[in-house]
């Protein structure tokens, strides 16, 4: 029987040794992914999201950086043990990326065909008239109209929603089964924003391939995930079934956040419910749990201790020492 | 608003008139016969008007135009056609005197709160620089004590007051911006996507801010975003730009509730909601395309290329901006009020 994980990841901790001391950017985060599964992680800037995926795809500097713990197995195999020619073979052919910024992701001086073709290259080996043939389907595949002339533009001459569709193009090339976006839509308009998430949720029916979706936009991961992961200060504070994180959610901090969003669907007369204060500073390592300072609910033992993520319905989980519900302690 | 105030607002003058703006920026070329050889009509043609206290949430896709009308509207780049009134001050024909009130009294809040403090002054000087530029408080002590002030009311806390920008967070140097915005008494402020770059739990607390200085110094606003769920929440009535012009305006619940042109419709239906069950539930509008460019818009409706209902008058005449139930505007041949 075919292993129904494809990716675990367990206890990572990330951390990077600046000048001013060292950044606590990713706490001990523990999470899993199934074959064909789409999870979303939110969280707000500095949150660690994206520090944790580049943390299993290797992609951290070192030094400055440090991955001071942690396994991510792809397929039973722990990629931060992989020497980094191994490495390579899996990363933009196992594992794809898509990342924020399609204006800055492309290099300028090259055309799109060119870029387009180098995983068929690399990873495929593939001839050339091979490989012109497979970056005219990609392209179709994203929805870019005319593929052969496009193939000779530069990346200055495609738009912002094109370019973004041209990297996703670049990450289907040699078919991955897992695609992390790390906020591909973040710089678009909604309307782009639209069709790329449309896109995007089609190919990975076509593909069976599995998505992280990172996000700081609670609005886009009820549309993509199934499953998502809130991030703060570089841990894991709520994981659940989108249906239930929306309409139930257990942590402080992922019920403030709702509270903190207006609906483009209904009128809100009261003022919103803002999060008093600021995220943690990261260059201070974590004692108790990081929401602490702005946590409405917060006592003692928050200050002292780090909650593990408590088992709170099926497939729920929240790191907090108080049960929401009930109000009481646990 | 609540009706009584909506009846006085509605027997006295607007706050601020804007009559067929037009603001183009000519394309030259040639070094040595230098040739105008066309133009980007960023701001081709808008008319309307905001009420004293009142919030115009102006929205639209990145590229339409928005943040070029808010600041035409100030006088930060020159009008190239039109006309424009603020507390009574015409921008085109007023004097150097009138001018400066006029500054003093329409303010802006920008949308980068890295990119518009000056790294090098400390927070006193940049909330102080309005009070020094009109000479309002030309006592130095006064002058501080107007930025303790100002600082107490954007819950900055006074004790910062010779800190640099780089030492505030994102949200604090937004609230640095609300207080300079603030420090010269204005009665009109443009907000220029003033809560983009910041985080959502951040985004809250800015808001509130400004609907609480709203309140109590009666302010009026012109609310750039592309936030559209906040422009909802923040906003009386709503102008959704596309293309240098104004494809419909309404009051934001008209506006919100029952869209009735094809791209506010579509745009309104592009917007994540953050709650999985209500959102595999409604109907999404799918544009096709992107924006194109402002230097040769389609000709017709401007919108007709991807229009999903667009028939054959829509690519030959320009639609008229007409009124279609009362108070909601909209330019758009097909739509029918239904």
Not at chain 1, 19 to 25: D, F, H, Q, R
Not at chain 1, 271 to 278: C, E, K, N, T
Not at chain 1, 279 to 302: E, I, K, W, Y
Not at chain 2, 143 to 167: A, W
């Amino acid at each position: 029987m075919k292993q129904e994980r494809i990716l675990e990841v367990n206890d990572l901790r990330t951390r990077f040794h600046i000048a001013e001391g060292t950044v606590y950017a990713v706490n001990g985060v523990s999470f899993h992914l199934n074959h064909g599964e789409a999870i979303g992680v939110v969280g707000e800037s500095g949150c660690g999201k994206s520090v944790t995926m580049m943390s299993i795809m290797r992609l951290i500097p070192i030094p400055p950086g440090e991955i001071a713990s942690g396994q991510a197995l792809y397929e039973g195999r722990d990629l931060l043990k992989l020497s980094e020619s191994e490495m390579e073979d899996i990363r933009g052919k196992d594992i794809a990326m898509v990342f924020q910024d399609p204006m800055t992701a492309f290099n300028p001086v090259l055309t799109i065909g060119r870029q387009l073709g180098e995983p068929l290259r690399v990873h495929l080996g593939l001839s050339k008239e091979k490989i012109n043939q497979r970056s005219i389907e990609l392209l179709e595949q994203v929805g870019i109209s005319d593929p052969p002339q496009h193939l000779l533009d530069y990346p200055h001459q495609f738009s912002g929603g094109m370019r973004q569709r041209a990297m996703i193009a670049m990450a289907l090339a040699c078919s991955p089964s897992i695609l992390i976006a790390d906020e591909p839509t973040t710089a678009l308009d909604v309307t782009i924003q639209a069709q790329i998430v449309e896109l995007v949720l089609r190919i990975r029916e076509q593909m069976n391939m599995a998505v992280i979706w990172i996000t700081h936009d609670l609005g886009v991961v009820a549309e993509i995930a199934e499953r998502v992961l809130v991030m703060y200060a570089g841990f894991i504070v709520e994981e659940a079934i989108v249906d239930d994180l929306y309409g139930d959610p257990r942590h402080p901090y992922t019920q403030a956040l709702l509270a903190a969003l207006p609906r483009v669907d209904k009128r809100r007369d009261k003022r919103l419910q803002s999060i008093p204060g600021a995220p943690p500073n990261l260059l201070v390592a974590p004692t108790g749990c990081p929401f602490v300072q702005r946590c409405q609910f917060s006592f003692d033992r928050c200050r002292g201790e780090m909650p593990p993520l408590f088992q709170v319905g099926v497939n729920h989980r929240a790191a907090c020492w108080l049960d929401v519900i009930t109000g009481k302690e646990r | 608003m609540d009706d009584v105030q909506s009846a006085i607002v509605k027997t006295t003058p607007p706050l601020v008139l804007v009559d067929q703006l037009k603001k183009h920026f000519p394309i030259r070329q040639g070094l040595i016969i230098d040739r105008e050889i066309g133009s980007v009509k960023a701001v081709d043609g808008i008319s309307f008007s905001i009420q004293r206290g009142e919030t115009l949430g102006l929205v639209g896709e990145s590229g339409c135009g928005k943040t070029t009308a808010g600041r035409t509207i100030l006088g930060l780049y020159p009008i190239t056609s039109g006309r424009v009134l603020v507390t009574g001050i015409s921008l085109e024909n007023a004097s150097k005197e009138q001018m400066k009130l006029f500054r003093r009294k329409a303010q802006i809040i920008f949308q980068d709160p890295y990119a518009s403090l000056n790294p090098r002054w400390t927070v006193s000087a940049i909330i102080g620089e309005p009070l020094r530029v009109h000479n309002l408080l030309p006592d130095g002590k006064a002058r501080d004590e107007r930025v303790h002030e100002l600082m107490m009311k954007v819950g900055l806390s006074p004790r910062l007051i010779n800190r640099f920008p780089h030492e505030f967070s994102g949200g604090q140097r937004q609230r640095i911006g609300v207080a300079r915005a603030l420090a010269s008494d204005p009665a009109f402020i443009v907000c220029d996507e003033p809560i983009s770059a910041l985080d959502v739990s951040i985004q809250a607390q800015v808001v509130n801010l400004l609907e609480e200085l709203q309140d109590e110094f009666t302010l009026t606003y012109l609310f750039i975003a592309h936030d559209l769920s906040m422009v909802r929440h923040i906003c009386d009535r709503v102008a959704v730009m596309y293309l240098g012009i104004f494809v419909e305006l309404a009051d934001c619940d008209d506006l919100y509730e029952n869209p009735l042109h094809p791209y506010t419709q579509a745009l309104l239906s592009a917007v994540p909601i953050p709650d999985p069950k209500r959102d595999r539930q409604r109907q999404r509008i799918i544009l096709k395309g992107e924006i194109p460019s402002p230097i040769n818009p389609p000709s017709g409706c401007r919108f007709h290329p991807r229009c999903p209902i667009a028939a054959e008058i829509c690519g030959s005449e320009v639609p008229e901006w007409r009124e279609i139930t009362p108070e909601h505007w909209i330019a758009c041949h097909l739509a029918t009020n239904s």
